[in-house]
């Protein structure tokens, strides 16, 4: 088995080469610019050593599955350009009119169990399979989103938890490269338990999170943080870093118990730390559509929610399961599955509220 299973598709060796500068699309140059001079080297924390092959894939056009097929992966100009009324195009501008979103997005319920990381992983795969660009940020102690995304908990050595905490580690040193192509991660471990308490002594404590995703918002479309099953300070960090809030609500007898908690949280946030969050909306998930039972709930978060409520339901499917095992989102494991379908369809709503 090959030991590095993101050696395919290191968006990170694309993205901040040694020595080239990022390059800007749409945008005025200065938000690029900034990002790869806010991304701090980090000197005393190190990711393990990439392989050399991993270097030269980033260099192939398979790395860059988003790029037109015959163009190579521009690393430097062939020869200085003439002076460019619009900036250089960054390697991934072929598929259309670029723009960096950088929409943030908290995938939130204080409930566990209700599907917050399957969408978190799912929902990810599926915009970058439309081409966004797209960071998940494992925020989660129990680390189920990089167990699902293949990592092996005890082999992470650099965490969200030290991006949180440790002022000498940027984005750039936690950044991980899925087997997905335009898909990263962020990941945790247990370590990130301890933060709760940490952050407690902390300045400013509920907007480290917000801080230290600021660079993340020049370079990716968008950044899902999949948030653990409490209302405690990560939890209030990843409102307080978010643009919106996505809420996955499990199709059950007891699902809108808590929500009441919940609005109250993400109110609560709005007043006080981030004025411009929103509710970008809640997806019913694991319904199982033969029985009633699950179509009344479904019915009734309808009633409760209204337009909030995307069109888009995720059945309930052994498939999810599976692919987390596998390490892969079930849009890699059973990409013709209605699961898979189901997350390519709130992607579409996603992106429709989103812009
Ligand atoms: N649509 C679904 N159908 C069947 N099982 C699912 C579905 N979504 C999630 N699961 C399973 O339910 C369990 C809890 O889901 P998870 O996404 O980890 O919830 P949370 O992150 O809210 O705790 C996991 O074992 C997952 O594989
Ligand atoms: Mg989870």
């Given at each position: 088995m090959n030991s590095n299973p993101y050696s395919q598709h290191n968006l990170l060796a694309e993205l901040f080469p040694p020595d080239d500068p990022i390059d800007e699309v749409d945008r005025p140059q200065e938000p690029a610019v900034q990002a790869a001079q806010v991304l701090p080297t980090k000197t005393v924390v190190k990711r393990k050593p990439a392989p050399a092959k991993e270097k030269a894939a980033a260099g192939t056009p398979e790395a860059r599955p988003v790029a037109a097929p015959g163009t190579p992966v521009a690393r430097k100009p062939p020869s200085p350009p003439d002076p460019p009324a619009t900036p250089a195009p960054a390697?991934?501008?072929?598929?259309?009119?670029?723009?960096?979103?950088g929409q943030i997005v908290a995938v939130v319920n204080q409930k566990g169990g209700v599907g917050k990381t399957t969408s978190t992983i799912n929902l990810g795969a599926a915009l970058a399979e439309q081409g966004s660009r797209v960071l998940l940020v494992d925020f989660d102690p129990q680390g189920a989103l990089s167990v699902g995304l293949g990592l092996n908990p005890n082999e992470i050595e650099v965490s969200v938890y030290d991006l949180l905490?440790?002022?000498?580690?940027?984005l750039k040193d936690v950044v991980t490269p899925s087997k997905v192509p335009g898909l990263d991660l962020v990941p945790s471990n247990i370590?990130?338990?301890a933060a709760e308490v940490v952050l407690v002594s902390e300045v400013a404590r509920e907007q480290l999170l917000k801080r230290c995703l600021e660079p993340a918002q020049a370079i990716y479309d968008y950044v899902l943080i999949d948030c653990p099953p409490s209302l405690g300070l990560l939890t209030v960090n990843a409102l307080t870093a978010a643009n919106s809030v996505i809420i996955p609500l499990e199709c059950?007898?007891?699902?809108?118990?808590?929500m009441a908690l919940l609005m109250d949280t993400v109110g609560k946030v709005q007043e006080r730390l981030n004025p411009e969050l929103q509710v970008m909306g809640i997806v019913a998930t694991m319904l199982e559509a033969r029985t009633i039972h699950g179509r009344e709930v479904l019915s009734r978060v309808g009633e409760a929610f209204g337009e909030k409520l995307f069109k888009t339901v995720i059945h309930k499917t052994i498939k999810f399961s599976e692919g987390s095992v596998a390490g892969v989102p079930i849009l890699a494991y059973?990409?013709?599955s209605n699961g898979a379908q189901e997350y390519r369809d709130l992607a579409r709503e996603v992106m429709d509220r989103a812009s």
């Open positions: 390697p991934w501008q072929e598929r259309g009119s670029y723009r960096v979103l905490l440790d002022r000498t580690v940027g370590d990130l338990s059950e007898y007891f699902a809108l118990r808590g059973a990409p013709s």
